[in-house]
């Protein structure tokens, strides 16, 4: 019962380290997190929806072409509400990003109310039996998008250009404007990127866990999590920090007590920011005077 | 230019006129302006720690909900009357305080702070939620008939002039404070924390101070929401109300009181009003707080600036 619940829980757990890591990229370049992020999810989600059933654009292109969506609507929400505020305190931040979370879950309730929506399913399998283990197609289909995506992501971070150009950005913002990368372009892109990925979270997770405007809200606390548990603003850390927490989350739940499964992540914030703030794989917190 | 006294003298007026709204309001219209008393005070504890501290400190609905349960607890299992309740739930949500100040001085800032707060306020509702025996769980419960100091709390009317009353008297309380040297330390310590702690101020102590009033605070909004409900539900403390009570600081004005009662009065009328269409109240609420952060950063109260300085909180400097 072990492997079953820890091989369920590595499915759930790509989806959070997902969610995690784009969280990750937007904070690690412009040191903002994104809390209506789970509302981008959401929409990711949203507008495969659309382009499938009332467009009946083919599953696959219309992910692609949400992620790309996704993509510019991040542009424009770095250039049209985050630059604007620059310069003012964090709290205007964090501010901005719920009400623009709450702006699209308005759009979602408005156009299609308080209904749940199936997603159509994609991959269509027989679940394999394998002793006394079931692997369903979704657990396949999820884990490995992501594994495939985890690859490239991290291939393109270390071993391509563009992947140093961020390793610059990333050290010190100062430092590669200096040597000419536009920072400002590079935030929009970041916020893109980050955008694009947690939509990417909210495509694969929507088959199975139906549609709804709330769909967000859930996983933007997981997200935390696994940052918080791999350590704040390591993009490795997170990927296991989520990893971790679907583990986690299914055996506490099984062996434990089922409510457990709500709380996991939020027990798991507070217990590493009271034991460990910098989590597993984080830098010590430093305060600069 | 309005003079200081003018705006005094206009502030006791607009006590007075508050006194006739229960003569020309009916049920309805009374019960929101209960509503807005209740989060005058909601807004205004969380002003001192999101403003005045100026830390992203997210439990407002843990020290609400603690408030609203302590209350509602005492005076169905032990039969207290309401007044007890009100200072009970003070003691708890100041505690709450204390205990949500303690991850702040382990040196935990910014969102590391914003995030296990928020978990704060989320674990407390699982507790609500499955602390069935005491409770009662999703059920809620069910506030007993009450009475403050011996006038019965059965309809709007007598709620009214008891939260004004209570509303008035924290909210002196409060400004009184923020005018103080605590006030201006807390202040200081927003404005930078070290330097404040190298000219000798015990920014620690002064940290744990905000925290604990402002627990207290929203504790004592529990407490009359729990009165206003009439039913302590977990459904109320939930993670979409603590951003409710983060939009309503920011419309009204971040470190600001009269900010805190424009705030509250704005984000509870319109989203009433919003709310027979689904999905967009949240749209509106988006989109207001939107067009606040980009084109009047300080808040509404700013407005007010305009018409004269005197408006401006002595105590909090740009």
């Given at each position: 019962?072990?492997?079953?619940?820890?091989?369920?829980?590595?499915?759930?757990?790509?989806?959070?380290?997902?969610?995690?890591?784009?969280?990750?990229?937007?904070?690690?370049?412009?040191?903002?997190?994104?809390?209506?992020?789970?509302?981008?999810?959401?929409?990711?989600?949203?507008?495969?929806?659309?382009?499938?059933?009332?467009?009946?654009?083919?599953?696959?292109?219309?992910?692609?072409?949400?992620?790309?969506?996704?993509?510019?609507?991040?542009?424009?929400?770095?250039?049209?509400?985050?630059?604007?505020?620059?310069?003012?305190?964090?709290?205007?931040?964090?501010?901005?990003?719920?009400?623009?979370?709450?702006?699209?879950?308005?759009?979602?309730?408005?156009?299609?109310?308080?209904?749940?929506?199936?997603?159509?399913?994609?991959?269509?399998?027989?679940?394999?039996?394998?002793?006394?283990?079931v692997i369903t197609g979704d657990v396949i289909f999820i884990t490995g998008i992501v594994?495939?995506?985890?690859?490239?992501?991290?291939?393109?971070?270390?071993?391509?250009?563009?992947?140093?150009?961020?390793?610059?950005?990333?050290?010190?913002?100062?430092?590669?404007?200096?040597?000419?990368?536009?920072?400002?372009?590079?935030?929009?892109?970041?916020?893109?990127?980050?955008?694009?990925?947690?939509?990417?979270?909210?495509?694969?997770?929507?088959?199975?866990?139906?549609?709804?405007?709330?769909?967000?809200?859930?996983?933007?606390?997981?997200?935390?999590?696994?940052?918080?548990?791999?350590?704040?603003?390591?993009?490795?850390?997170?990927?296991?920090?989520?990893?971790?927490?679907?583990?986690?989350?299914?055996?506490?739940?099984?062996?434990?007590?089922?409510?457990?499964?709500?709380?996991?992540?939020?027990?798991?914030?507070?217990?590493?920011?009271?034991?460990?703030?910098?989590?597993?794989?984080?830098?010590?917190?430093?305060?600069?005077? | 230019?309005?003079?200081?006294?003018?705006?005094?003298?206009?502030?006791?007026?607009?006590?007075?006129?508050?006194?006739?709204?229960?003569?020309?309001?009916?049920?309805?219209?009374?019960w929101m302006v209960n509503t807005m008393l209740v989060y005058t005070l909601v807004t205004?504890?969380?002003?001192?720690?999101?403003?005045?501290?100026?830390?992203?400190?997210?439990?407002?609905?843990?020290?609400?909900?603690?408030?609203?349960?302590?209350?509602?607890?005492?005076?169905?299992?032990?039969?207290?009357?309401?007044?007890?309740?009100?200072?009970?739930?003070?003691?708890?949500?100041?505690?709450?305080?204390?205990?949500?100040?303690?991850?702040?001085?382990?040196?935990?800032?910014?969102?590391?702070?914003?995030?296990?707060?928020?978990?704060?306020?989320?674990?407390?509702?699982?507790?609500?939620?499955?602390?069935?025996?005491?409770?009662?769980?999703?059920?809620?419960?069910?506030?007993?008939?009450?009475?403050?100091?011996?006038?019965?709390?059965?309809?709007?009317?007598?709620?009214?002039?008891?939260?004004?009353?209570?509303?008035?008297?924290?909210?002196?309380?409060?400004?009184?404070?923020?005018?103080?040297?605590?006030?201006?330390?807390?202040?200081?310590?927003?404005?930078?924390?070290?330097?404040?702690?190298?000219?000798?101020?015990?920014?620690?102590?002064?940290?744990?101070?905000?925290?604990?009033?402002?627990?207290?605070?929203?504790?004592?909004?529990?407490?009359?929401?729990?009165?206003?409900?009439?039913?302590?539900?977990?459904?109320?403390?939930?993670?979409?109300?603590?951003?409710?009570?983060?939009?309503?600081?920011?419309?009204?004005?971040?470190?600001?009181?009269?900010?805190?009662?424009?705030?509250?009065?704005?984000?509870?009328?319109?989203?009433?009003?919003?709310?027979?269409?689904?999905?967009?109240?949240?749209?509106?609420?988006?989109?207001?707080?939107?067009?606040?952060?980009?084109?009047?950063?300080?808040?509404?109260?700013?407005?007010?600036?305009?018409?004269?300085?005197?408006?401006?909180?002595?105590?909090?400097?740009?």
């Amino acid at each position: 019962m072990f492997l079953q619940l820890t091989l369920s829980g590595l499915s759930q757990g790509a989806i959070y380290a997902l969610i995690g890591l784009s969280l990750t990229v937007v904070y690690r370049a412009t040191t903002i997190v994104n809390f209506g992020h789970g509302d981008f999810v959401m929409a990711g989600a949203f507008v495969v929806y659309v382009l499938v059933i009332y467009l009946g654009i083919p599953y696959f292109f219309a992910a692609i072409l949400a992620l790309i969506i996704l993509f510019i609507l991040g542009l424009g929400v770095s250039r049209g509400f985050i630059d604007p505020i620059k310069s003012g305190p964090h709290i205007g931040f964090a501010m901005m990003s719920i009400s623009l979370g709450y702006v699209l879950r308005g759009v979602a309730r408005a156009l299609w109310g308080r209904e749940v929506f199936p997603m159509p399913k994609v991959f269509d399998m027989e679940p394999i039996f394998w002793d006394d283990i079931v692997i369903t197609g979704d657990v396949i289909f999820i884990t490995g998008i992501v594994v495939i995506f985890l690859i490239v992501f991290f291939l393109i971070f270390y071993k391509t250009t563009i992947g140093t150009i961020i390793q610059a950005v990333y050290q010190s913002e100062r430092g590669a404007s200096l040597i000419g990368v536009n920072v400002q372009i590079f935030h929009q892109y970041m916020w893109g990127v980050g955008l694009a990925m947690g939509a990417l979270g909210g495509i694969l997770i929507s088959p199975i866990s139906l549609l709804h405007p709330d769909l967000g809200a859930t996983f933007l606390i997981r997200g935390f999590a696994a940052m918080t548990l791999g350590g704040f603003g390591s993009l490795f850390g997170a990927v296991i920090g989520g990893l971790l927490l679907g583990v986690a989350e299914q055996n506490f739940g099984f062996y434990i007590n089922s409510a457990l499964i709500d709380i996991t992540a939020y027990l798991v914030i507070v217990a590493v920011l009271v034991i460990k703030p910098a989590g597993l794989f984080g830098k010590r917190i430093t305060v600069r005077v | 230019m309005i003079s200081q006294k003018t705006v005094r003298l206009s502030f006791y007026i607009f006590l007075l006129l508050l006194l006739i709204i229960p003569f020309i309001t009916n049920e309805y219209l009374l019960w929101m302006v209960n509503t807005m008393l209740v989060y005058t005070l909601v807004t205004l504890g969380f002003n001192i720690l999101i403003g005045n501290l100026g830390q992203l400190v997210f439990a407002n609905t843990a020290f609400f909900g603690i408030g609203a349960y302590t209350t509602a607890i005492l005076m169905v299992y032990t039969g207290v009357p309401y007044f007890i309740g009100i200072i009970a739930s003070a003691l708890t949500g100041g505690l709450a305080g204390f205990l949500a100040s303690v991850t702040a001085l382990r040196g935990i800032r910014l969102y590391y702070l914003a995030i296990i707060t928020l978990a704060f306020g989320e674990l407390m509702r699982w507790v609500y939620l499955h602390g069935d025996k005491v409770t009662k769980g999703s059920d809620g419960l069910l506030m007993p008939h009450s009475s403050f100091l011996g006038i019965p709390l059965d309809s709007e009317v007598p709620k009214f002039f008891v939260f004004l009353l209570l509303t008035i008297l924290v909210i002196k309380a409060t400004s009184n404070l923020m005018k103080s040297k605590i006030g201006r330390a807390i202040v200081a310590i927003r404005e930078n924390e070290a330097t404040t702690a190298s000219l000798g101020i015990p920014t620690a102590n002064y940290i744990i101070l905000a925290f604990v009033w402002s627990g207290a605070v929203v504790g004592i909004a529990g407490a009359m929401f729990a009165v206003l409900t009439e039913r302590v539900l977990p459904e109320s403390f939930g993670l979409t109300e603590v951003i409710v009570h983060f939009g309503m600081v920011l419309v009204g004005g971040t470190g600001s009181i009269i900010g805190s009662v424009i705030g509250a009065i704005t984000l509870t009328a319109l989203p009433e009003y919003f709310r027979q269409f689904p999905g967009l109240d949240e749209l509106f609420f988006g989109i207001i707080i939107v067009v606040i952060l980009l084109f009047l950063p300080k808040g509404l109260v700013s407005l007010l600036w305009y018409v004269s300085p005197a408006f401006k909180e002595r105590y909090y400097k740009e």
